[in-house]
């Protein structure tokens, strides 16, 4: 497996914020560390197959937080305001990876490089704060045992991420 040292940089930097996007937020966010790979090194086409290879879209993972949360029909209105903040963050996410894909590979100098994993990490955190105080109030309307519940989805898919990933680990 190849490693890049911006590659280990971002992974560091967004650790906390890919898992808590990627628990309620889009398929691309997750990806984003494969998109921002120098080109010569993985080329569009293996980027969507990556992407392709995903178990959920966007939906499913709404469909499937919403039963794994057992959200009620009193909690719908907060839900809705949840899943709408994942679909924003989806389609910035999307617009990004549009962007990076129309630049021609041998175009993009080092500095446009860091450029474009700066802007992948700003939106990370931009929907991220958008994406917590929607959940919050979804989170503070909750029943005690249903918080638990909510606390548990979010460990466990913390360390399904981890398995598949491996532990972040500090670049020297």
């Known amino acids: 497996m190849l490693t890049f040292i911006p590659v280990m940089t971002l992974r560091r930097g967004l650790t906390l914020t890919c898992l808590g996007a990627a628990v ?3 398929p691309l966010i997750a990806s984003a560390q494969t998109m921002a790979a120098p080109a010569s090194h993985t080329s569009s086409m293996a980027r969507r197959i990556a992407y392709s290879a995903k178990p959920e879209t966007l939906d ?12 009620t029909p009193t909690q719908e209105a907060d839900w809705a305001k949840v899943a709408e903040v ?3 963050n989806d389609s910035d996410m999307r617009k990004l990876v549009a962007d ?3 630049r021609v590979p041998h175009d993009l100098s080092a500095v446009d490089d860091l450029k474009t994993y700066q802007s992948f990490t700003q939106a990370h955190v931009d929907g991220l704060k958008d994406l917590v105080v929607s959940f919050e109030t979804l989170y503070a309307a909750m029943p005690d045992d249903q918080k638990i519940l ?4 979010f460990a466990k898919y913390g360390r399904a991420r981890v398995a598949i990933h491996g532990p972040t680990r500090a670049h020297s």
């Not at 499913?60 to 959200?71: P, T, V």
């Not at 909510?150 to 989805?153: K, R």
């Open 60 to 71: 499913q993972r709404i469909n499937s937080l919403h039963a794994a949360l057992k959200i």
């Open 24 to 26: 309620l937020g889009s």
């Open 150 to 153: 909510a606390d548990h989805v």
């Open 100 to 102: 990076r894909e129309a």
């Open 86 to 88: 994942m679909r924003r």
